[in-house]
């Protein structure tokens, strides 16, 4: 999908046509699409596919007519897990080019005008913008994980089965996908501030280091939440496996005591003539007495080695 947006006296407008000073978004664009923004904006056609990858990683790339900035963005996938997709930001001297799989929030806010002091024709400072909707989502995810994963926490409290675990590694699997993403898009961003192509405006510098800061706080918190989710995966699969323990020492115990009066019917369901009390009236009530008194007394010493 091809769409156009330029500022026109402080209002965001859709057009038709590419022109100076507009931002082309491009969310999982046709071949004709690529074709046209490529004859339009001079930028090469194998930049603009670079983001339709979605293992590729992020950098910055300076061309003689073009900025080519890639960074990773967090979103949902149809499983409802949360992964990192490419986000290609291409600035050139008249345009902003964007270019991405699919629909993003951090694209989505721009395109519904719901940031303050955003011009489609300030390129420097819509770059740094989107930058900074980016970092200040991961930090939302990072929150929606957080108290996925104290959820997660109160069922195993209850059931403790393997259906939370597996939930568990999912969000620590993101985890991982959202730290390996911030720390690339961390080397992006020193680099943009480094660079002189890229001209910066004092208030665009301070809004970079913001982009910086809040990338920084997103790497604390993915570290500090992988390394609970960790623990509390250890530490419920060690709960798991006790209490599996604990169910077979039980088991065990209950069929060893089950097993003497067994035993013992077991031996007089033999056809001897000599078995005794074998002729006596009251010989089932004295065997039974007796298979009573030592299944108690096995009972009372399990009991007391805390075996039951």
């Known amino acids: 999908m091809l769409q156009i947006f330029q500022t026109v006296e402080d209002e965001l407008q859709e057009n038709d046509q590419i022109s100076e000073g507009c931002w082309v978004a491009l969310t999982k664009p046709t071949n ?24 590729e990683r992020s950098r910055i790339e300076l061309e003689d007519d073009y900025v080519v900035v890639l960074v990773d963005i967090p979103s949902l996938d149809e499983k409802d897990r949360y992964v990192t997709i490419p986000l290609g930001i291409y600035m050139t001297k008249q345009l902003i080019v964007t270019v991405c799989l699919e629909e993003t929030p951090v694209l ?67 985890l991982v996908y959202f730290t390996t993403s911030l720390r690339s898009n961390e080397t992006v961003l020193e680099k943009l ?17 913001d982009v910086i800061v809040e990338n920084k706080q997103a790497i604390e918190m993915a ?11 250890d530490a419920f699969a060690s709960v798991i496996s006790n209490n599996l ?26 056809n001897f003539d000599n078995i005794p009390l074998g002729h006596s009236p009251f ?26």
């Open 108 to 174: 989505k806010a721009f395109m519904n005008n719901r940031v303050k002091e955003f011009f489609t024709f300030k390129r420097t400072r819509f770059v740094f913008q989107i930058l900074y909707r980016n970092a200040t989502s991961y930090l939302r995810y990072l929150r929606i994980i957080d108290r996925k994963s104290e959820q997660i926490e109160e069922k195993l409290h209850i059931s403790q089965k393997n259906k939370e675990l597996i939930e568990l590694l999912e969000l620590e699997k993101s």
């Open 32 to 55: 004709e699409e690529l074709q046209q923004v490529v004859q339009e904006t001079g930028i090469d056609i194998d930049d603009l596919r670079a983001p339709l990858d979605d293992e």
């Open 193 to 209: 501030l480094r660079t002189e192509k890229v001209k910066k405006y004092p208030e665009d510098e301070e809004l970079l280091e």
């Open 283 to 308: 010989g089932f009530y004295i065997i039974t007495a007796c298979t009573l008194v030592i299944t108690s007394l096995v009972v009372l010493f399990f009991k007391k080695k805390n075996l039951f």
């Open 223 to 233: 570290n500090i939440y992988s390394g609970i989710l960790s623990g509390m995966m």
């Open 245 to 270: 323990n604990v169910v077979m020492k039980f088991l065990s115990t209950v069929t060893i005591v089950m097993s003497i009066p067994t035993m013992i019917a077991s031996f007089y369901g033999m």
